[in-house]
C-alpha cells in the first residue's frame, strides 16, 4: 500500500485565490511527522510546513497551512491568496517513528499552476 | 550556509560505466539519505545512513551502493550504470528529531 497519496496530478487555480492540495497517508505508528514540500521549475526541493501526530492545532507558516484530520489520515495543503510565484510541483511527505524511525515517504507529487 | 552540497549537477555516461556521486552536509546531521525523482515516480529512497557507520536499503537499492565515510560525507556509487537509471538523484540530510529533510540541489543523471 502506498504510505502516501497524492490524487491530485495536476491543479490550477486563480491569483490571489486560495487553493487545498489533497494527501492522504498510511501508518500504523502513532508517533509521525507530515511535511510538504515545493518544488519550482528550477529544482530544487523548499520545506514549506511541519505537522506532528500528537500537534492538535493544525499547523501554519505565512500563506500555508496544514489541514490535520487525524481520523481520516489526511493532511492536506491549503495556500491561501496565491501568487505567480505559487506556480510549481507539492510534495507531501511522511516520516514514521520520529524516535527510531528514519524513512521519509514522499507522494507522487501535484502539480500546481496560478493563473494571472 | 552550504546546507547539503552534491556533486556533479549534470552527468552524462555510457551503459556500463561507472560513477560516483558526492555529498556532503555542514549541518552536523547523524542521518543521510539518497533519493531518485522520475517523472510521475515523485521521490523513492535509494540508501540511507541513520548514522555514521551504518546504511539500509530504501525501496530502490539495485544497482546502487553507498558510502558514509563520516558523519558529513555520504556517496552514491552506480558500478555498472544502465538507461533505467536516468534520473534526478537528491541527497538530504535530517536528525532523529521533527525537522524536516534538507536537500541537496540536485544531481541530473543521464545514462545513454
Known amino acids: 500500500a502506498q504510505k502516501i497519496t497524492q490524487t491530485q496530478p495536476g491543479m490550477f487555480v486563480q491569483e490571489k485565490e486560495a487553493v487545498t492540495l489533497d494527501c492522504t497517508y498510511d501508518?500504523?505508528?502513532?508517533?509521525?511527522?507530515l511535511f510538504w514540500y515545493k518544488q519550482p521549475s528550477s529544482g530544487e526541493m523548499i520545506f514549506l510546513i511541519y505537522?506532528?501526530?500528537?500537534?492538535?492545532q493544525n499547523a501554519t507558516e505565512g500563506r500555508y497551512s496544514l489541514n490535520f484530520q487525524k481520523a481520516r489520515k489526511s493532511a492536506n495543503l491549503v495556500i491561501s491568496a496565491s501568487q505567480l510565484g505559487d506556480s510549481a510541483m507539492y510534495f507531501c511527505?511522511?516520516?514514521?517513528?520520529?524516535?527510531?524511525?528514519?524513512?521519509?515517504?514522499f507522494g507522487t507529487g501535484t502539480s500546481l499552476t496560478v493563473i494571472p | 550556509n552550504a546546507g547539503v552540497t552534491q556533486t556533479p549537477k549534470f552527468q552524462v555516461l555510457k551503459t556500463g560505466q561507472s560513477m560516483t556521486l558526492q555529498c556532503a552536509q555542514d549541518?552536523?546531521?547523524?542521518?543521510m539519505y539518497w533519493y531518485r525523482q522520475d517523472p510521475g515516480m515523485g521521490l523513492r529512497l535509494i540508501y540511507y545512513?541513520?548514522?555514521?557507520?551504518?546504511?539500509d536499503k530504501g525501496e530502490v537499492p539495485n544497482g546502487y551502493n553507498v558510502s558514509r565515510l563520516n558523519k558529513r560525507e555520504f556517496s552514491l556509487r552506480l558500478e555498472s550504470a544502465a538507461p533505467s537509471q536516468t534520473s534526478v538523484y537528491f541527497c538530504?540530510?535530517?536528525?532523529?528529531?521533527?525537522?524536516?529533510?534538507?536537500f541537496g540541489n540536485g544531481t541530473r543523471l543521464t545514462v545513454t
Open positions: 501508518t500504523s505508528d502513532q508517533s509521525y511527522g
Open positions: 511527505a511522511m516520516r514514521e517513528g520520529l524516535v527510531t524511525g528514519n524513512q521519509f515517504y
Open positions: 545512513s541513520a548514522s555514521e557507520g551504518t546504511t
Open positions: 505537522q506532528g501526530s500528537y500537534d492538535e
Open positions: 538530504a540530510s535530517s536528525e532523529r528529531s521533527l525537522i524536516p529533510l534538507h
Open positions: 549541518m552536523n546531521h547523524n542521518s
